[in-house]
């Protein structure tokens, strides 16, 4: 039996593993991009939560494009919601000199209110 057939009816390879000949599929190459920190959470999170999507994602090629997608939006809305809080809750830089242990306390919940917004409307959704 030969190690490697191809079928002219299909268009596909076929590999000889034990008594059975398996499909040669590959992935369709996909462009890789930088994912950081938001996109591994949200890709961690269709893994556990959205399987389907996931796979559909992942072998069409598009997954690597949609993380780092969903990565540029969670971390521009990061950015705008801190920006936008600071400037509501008078956390400015004349308070960052003034007193710093204050101004990093309310920057860190502003921080944190808005890690969680981004969760809520974009990681785990």
Request: hydrophobic letters at 35%; one cysteine or more.
């Amino acid at each position: 039996m030969e190690k490697v057939i191809y079928d002219e009816k299909n268009g596909l390879w076929y590999e000889l593993q034990g008594d059975y000949y398996i499909p040669c599929l590959k992935l369709p190459e996909e462009e890789q991009q930088h994912i950081g920190v938001w996109g591994q959470r949200h890709l961690r999170y269709i893994k556990q939560n959205r399987k389907v999507f996931y796979l559909n994602l992942l072998t069409s090629g598009k997954l690597n494009g949609y993380l780092a997608d969903i990565n540029k939006q969670a971390e521009n809305m990061l950015f705008r919601l801190v920006k936008q809080m600071s400037e509501r809750e008078g956390v400015t830089e004349k308070l960052k000199v003034d007193n710093q242990m204050e101004w990093a306390g309310r920057m860190n919940n502003i921080r944190s209110r808005a890690t969680e917004i981004v969760n809520q409307n974009i990681i785990f959704n």
